[in-house]
């Protein structure tokens, strides 16, 4: 068996948990990553909700919530025609989101995609914006902040 793909995580509690299918690239804990693939395993729901905030603005498209809870996150197209849909679930006895299905493939007309005003929310906004106010002294223009974000979203 390969050592790689065997790995522990640890939960909030201190256990430890075998995955053996989870290889260390697919376990994400980094929100700042764009790309979104099946079986990948995200720290927790924050970090998934965080990477596809990012990712929604990257595609320049909208996607609502279907489902959230504890256990399970669906997004769907924000289109009723379109069959774009991700579904996560948490791993037994974790935090661990599993991305279970993940089709990325957009079948809603191309202006519903172009035309919709792609919003970036307060959280991710935050998350761009924080660690260049810590100097106080310093202005940050709505220009600084497109910067920004369009270089967050290339990286």
Known sequence: MDTKALSIVESKICDSYY???????????????SNVEVK???KDKATLMAVMEKYK?????????????????????????????????????????????????????LRD?????????VGFLSGVTAPKLVNHKRKHTPNDIIEDVRAKIEK
């Open 40 to 42: 990948q395993l995200y």
């Open 57 to 109: 603005i990257k595609h320049s498209f909208n996607f609502r919530v279907k489902r959230s809870d504890s256990k399970s996150y669906v997004l769907v197209c924000h289109s009723d025609a379109c069959c774009w849909e991700l579904k996560a679930s948490v791993r037994k006895n974790t935090d661990i989101f599993k991305v279970r299905y993940f089709n990325s493939e957009h079948t809603c007309p």
């Open 19 to 33: 995955i053996p299918e989870m290889e260390v690239e697919n376990y994400i804990s980094d929100t700042n990553i």
């Open 113 to 121: 995609r172009v035309l919709s005003n792609v919003q970036a929310t």
